[in-house]
Every structure is written in structure tokens, then in C-alpha cells.
T-cell receptor
Framework: EDKVVQSPLSLVVHEGDTVTLNCSYE??????LLWYKQEKKAPTFLFML????IEKKSGRLSSILDKKELFSILNITATQTGDSAIYLC???????????FGQGTILTVHP | NAGVTQTPKFQVLKTGQSMTLQCAQD?????MSWYRQDPGMGLRLIHY???????DQGEVPNGYNVSRSTTEDFPLRLLSAAPSQTSVYFC?????????????FGNGTRLTVT
């Protein structure tokens, strides 16, 4: 059975801190790993990672994949209150019929 | 751009009632899917469709039916609601069912079954 585990489950930081969110996985026929940010409503897409060691960056957010050790990290530098959200990691097998989500990490950023 | 539209936003049902959650997308996406989100359990796939006329079961299909008669619409039917179906339901679509096509989510339907 495919499995995705995120850690920590929740995290409270102050504005300006840097955070690292973790996602480890066991999946048959790995094809891609996706990160989403969920505020009050729909999850919104952040990154898709398919190759080991290649960092994806968007502003203060970055992510990298390690296919040998079966994990990914999402880094957020200089956090802001607007970064408060649930961050979801999902791993895709051969197609989206095999997309498995982790439990999510709840990030709270205090002013 | 409407994207993925779900209706209703909120619904309260009594045990045993049936209802349909609506999902429509205007992006001509091939792939559509339904997830439920429960605290501590992440998003779990209920049913999905790779094109009009084709549907398949996900991880938690029991108690739910789907059909895909058009590319745009993918309704989710609850046949006889149970309290265990209290959850937030998300519809999601992507251009293809390929691993390199990101999912786009609707805003969700919060369902309570009493």
C-alpha cells in the first residue's frame, strides 16, 4: 500500500523564521511528488518534483526531492503571517488514480 | 476564469437521505476526481475519471457513485448518507491523468450527516 508521511504535523513559528517541512514516501512506480498549500478553501499547487537533487524555487519557498532516500523537503524562508496554512504533500504513481496524500503540516506564523 | 466549481458549499443531511454534489470545470480537462478530507487523514481519493464515459474507484469508494457523461461535469452521488460521510469534499481536475499535470481543486463542499 502506498504511504506518504509528513512531519511535523504542526508547527508554530514567528515572522522571519525559516521552516523546513518534511515528506517521506513509499509508493509503487513513483512518478512525481507534489506540494500544495491549503488556506481556508481549495489546495493550491506549489511545486511538482520528478528528479532528484533539482531544487524548485518560487520566491521564499523552495523544495527538493531525494529519490534514493524517498523524501522531499519544503523550505520557507523569512516566514510571514500569510504563510499560515496547511501544507500538503502528495505522491503520484503511474497516473492520478494512484495519487496519495500525506496528512498535512499545519503551519502557524505569529506576528 | 471559473476553474473548478463545486456546489453546494455547505449541506446538512439526515442519515439515509441521498444527494448529489456537483462539480464542473471549464478548462477542458480530461481528468477529474473526488476527494474527501478528514482531520488527521489528509485527502483520500473516492472516485476518478480519465475522460467522458470512463470512471474508476479510488481508495474509499463505498457509499458513493459517480458518472461522467460530459467532459465538463463530474457529479458525486451519496446513495444513503451515513454519519461517517461527514467530511469536506473536494473535486479536482487536471489536463491529463499523466503524472506531470498538476491538479486544480474546487473550493470544497462541507457535508454534515446527522
Amino acid at each position: 500500500e502506498d504511504k506518504v508521511v509528513q512531519s511535523p504535523l504542526s508547527l508554530v513559528v514567528h515572522e522571519g523564521d525559516t521552516v523546513t517541512l518534511n515528506c517521506s514516501y513509499e509508493v509503487t512506480n513513483f512518478r512525481s511528488l507534489l506540494w500544495y498549500k491549503q488556506e481556508k478553501k481549495a489546495p493550491t499547487f506549489l511545486f511538482m518534483l520528478t528528479s532528484s537533487g533539482i531544487e524548485k524555487k518560487s520566491g521564499r519557498l523552495s523544495s527538493i526531492l531525494d529519490k534514493k532516500e524517498l523524501f522531499s523537503i519544503l523550505n520557507i524562508t523569512a516566514t510571514q503571517t500569510g504563510d499560515s496554512a496547511i501544507y500538503l504533500c502528495a505522491v503520484c504513481g503511474t497516473s492520478y488514480g494512484k495519487l496519495t496524500f500525506g496528512q498535512g503540516t499545519i503551519l502557524t506564523v505569529h506576528p | 476564469n471559473a476553474g473548478v466549481t463545486q456546489t453546494p458549499k455547505f449541506q446538512v443531511l439526515k442519515t439515509g437521505q441521498s444527494m448529489t454534489l456537483q462539480c464542473a470545470q471549464d478548462m477542458n480537462h480530461e481528468y477529474m476526481s473526488w476527494y474527501r478530507q478528514d482531520p488527521g487523514m489528509g485527502l483520500r481519493l473516492i472516485h476518478y475519471s480519465v475522460g467522458a464515459g470512463i470512471t474508476d474507484q479510488g481508495e474509499v469508494p463505498n457509499g458513493y457513485n459517480v458518472s461522467r457523461s460530459t467532459t465538463e461535469d463530474f457529479p458525486l452521488r451519496l446513495l444513503s448518507a451515513a454519519p461517517s460521510q461527514t467530511s469536506v469534499y473536494f473535486c479536482a481536475s487536471s489536463r491529463t491523468s499523466s503524472y506531470n499535470s498538476p491538479l486544480h481543486f474546487g473550493n470544497g463542499t462541507r457535508l454534515t450527516v446527522t
